[in-house]
């Protein structure tokens, strides 16, 4: 049967472009490079915070500011590796803001600080409509999410600087196309990498090390 | 280290009550049974829906509205089965509103409908927020997602009638406590249904069946 389309337009809020830039200057004033990190809920955000965290913490300075609706989980987990982390409860929003992150960033240590890492609220659309500040945006897709989401939310893999495709490890289980998945998101994004990895069993994130490596410079 | 909370609320927009409420009655006018169907992204809400077409379309008349962000993917999966579809694009919006639903509810033959399925935008926060008009909601959380989601992401597992465990085929590959997630879900939800299923494989779907059969009544 046909297939009719409706698009509808919802008014998206807020300019907190201002807030950002403010957030930027602070930043690069002390010398710290902030990345976002997004994805759907149950990515992996966290497995892959906790491992950039044991790759990097000898060598640089990190804290983690962890974005949920609600619970302080993730946080307690980072807090375990002796970081500085900051848990913003949204009350319900689906996404971090600019003003959000300089509230916390205002309890972080920046002078004694190389590395800031925001975990975003677990969502494929919201949090990719917010500027907060950061020099790097980073998302994951995890391979049971499918192939096909570089179709549907193409706003967030458009907005990346890094696409990791997650849990490669459950590859086997899953009809996901790696080939088909990459293609998508270089049509929507052509300069951005796309790193296939297992955040659990740690397959393939050398290259992800890397790449924060030559960004830290 | 200690973890610092800070919790910033934001704003909700929007009363759609009153258009719900008028989706609502007209739904009723027209003896059709409405259900909302949400997830996170990929959890398996189009396979979900799949496999009650092909169960009930036989003995009931049903129509979809798909909701996406872009693309029409899952409508044109959806009309193979000859059942009609409307497709909705919110243009970057999080969720469906009352009033894109009462706008696919004009385009579709409600007179000689009994089931009107919506398959909601892939998001596991904004679309619980939004009433449509819905008897009945019904959420699908997939395995992989792990089972800590309840705590992450409260609102929609307390709005839900069903929570769907989905994706129990690939159980023995994932750290997922079925009786954990069960637990967290009844101490937000003590009436909520908990049904774990494989959409992909069939397993467990008979419970569901059973349930929006008697649902249809």
């Given at each position: ?104 960033m205002d309890k972080l240590p920046l002078e004694q600080t190389d590395l800031v ?96 490596e030559d960004a830290l410079k």
């Amino acid at each position: 049967m046909e297939v009719k389309v409706l698009t509808i337009k919802e008014d998206v809020l807020g300019a907190n472009e201002e807030k950002a830039k403010a957030n930027r200057e602070l930043l690069d004033k002390n010398h710290n490079l902030l990345i976002n990190i997004m994805s759907s809920p149950g990515a992996g955000k966290t497995t892959l915070i906790m491992q950039t965290i044991k790759n990097f913490k000898d060598k640089t300075r990190i804290a983690v500011i962890e974005g949920d609706i609600a619970s302080t989980i993730d946080a307690d987990k980072i807090s375990r590796q002796d970081i500085p982390v900051i848990q913003i409860n949204t009350a319900g929003a689906c996404h971090l803001d600019a003003n959000m992150i300089g509230k916390a960033m205002d309890k972080l240590p920046l002078e004694q600080t190389d590395l800031v890492i925001i975990e975003n609220v677990g969502n494929l659309v919201c949090p990719a409509e917010f500027a907060l500040g950061a020099h790097k945006t980073i998302m994951l897709l995890s391979v049971p999410e499918g192939d096909d989401k570089p179709h549907k939310y193409p706003l967030m893999f458009t907005e990346s600087d890094v696409v990791l495709v997650n849990k490669t490890d459950v590859l086997p289980y899953f009809d996901f196309d790696v080939k088909a998945f990459s293609d998508a998101v270089s049509g929507l994004n052509p300069s951005a990498k796309i790193f296939p990895v297992s955040a659990k069993t740690g397959e393939g994130l050398e290259l992800w090390f890397s790449w924060l490596e030559d960004a830290l410079k």
